[in-house]
């Protein structure tokens, strides 16, 4: 069975640096997309950034282009988002989500994220 575990949440001040990771288990990977998602307090999951296999297409929510990467390794089958100059609207937690097949457009766009990781809280001060 697939399985993604995210590690890598914390606490970090304002303007401050993070990595998470995403460990995938399971699955071909490397024909696969894998996505960022983040839940907010009191907000709805959404799609944060996602990198497509194999074509290694990113993309990013509009609000964290510019300060957000998301990079994989795809023979260790990891995935990875490094999160820059964070702000208190950050803060969520996050978590890494797999769609089988690669996407024809963003993979933030696609509706078949079926397997999800348990999640890790990122806390963002003042």
């Known amino acids: 069975e697939v399985q993604l575990v995210e590690s890598g949440g914390g606490s970090v001040q304002a303007g401050g640096s993070l990595r998470l990771s995403c460990a995938v288990s399971?699955?071909?990977?490397?024909?696969?997309?894998i996505a960022w998602f983040r839940r907010a307090p009191g907000k709805e999951r959404k799609g944060v950034s996602c990198?497509?296999?194999?074509?290694?297409?990113?993309d990013y929510l509009d609000s964290v282009k510019g300060r957000f990467i998301v990079s994989s390794d795809n023979a260790e089958k990891m995935v990875y988002l490094q999160l820059n100059n964070v702000k208190l609207e950050d803060t969520a937690i996050y978590y890494c989500?797999?769609?089988?097949?690669?996407?024809?457009?963003?993979?933030?766009?696609?509706?078949?994220?079926?397997?999800w990781g348990q999640g890790t809280q990122v806390a963002v001060s003042s």
């Open positions: 399971g699955s071909s990977f490397d024909e696969d997309a």
């Open positions: 990198i497509n296999n194999p074509d290694g297409r990113t």
């Open positions: 989500a797999l769609a089988p097949g690669p996407a024809t457009d963003s993979c933030l766009l696609r509706m078949d994220y079926g397997w």
